[in-house]
């Protein structure tokens, strides 16, 4: 049973940075194997794509955030993480990862991002 558990949110103040994790567990050696990406879903509004990284190790970042977070992951851990820096108050939402596997996309329930003003 493939397991995926978001950490790292909290509430910050606008310029700060976070770094988010999101580890894997349950299922030997698939994380490597597997693209992953992270999503945010602000309240009211739709999960919408922040960014993901390919096994290649190719990166894609929506507009909002290009310049200030970073992907990356550490297969040896089972982990990815999102490092945001220059937070603002629309990047205020819930933090999710996931993790495609087979075909099989896997989810996590998220992390809770609030950035104040």
């Known amino acids: 049973q493939v397991q995926v558990m978001e950490s790292g949110g909290g509430l910050v103040h606008a310029g700060d940075s976070l770094k988010l994790m999101c580890k894997v567990s349950g299922s030997s050696g698939i994380f490597s194997l597997s693209p992953v990406a992270w999503y945010r879903q602000a309240p009211g509004g739709e999960r919408n794509l922040v960014a993901r990284?390919?096994?290649?190790?190719?990166?894609d970042y929506d507009n909002s955030v290009r310049g200030r977070f970073a992907i990356s992951r550490e297969n040896a851990a089972n982990t990815v993480y999102l490092h945001m820096n220059n937070l603002k108050p629309e990047d205020t939402a819930v933090y999710l990862c996931?993790?495609?596997?087979?075909?099989?996309?896997?989810w996590g329930q998220g992390t809770r991002v609030t950035v104040s003003s």
């Open positions: 990284m390919q096994l290649d190790g190719t990166t």
């Open positions: 996931k993790i495609i596997y087979a075909r099989v996309e896997y």
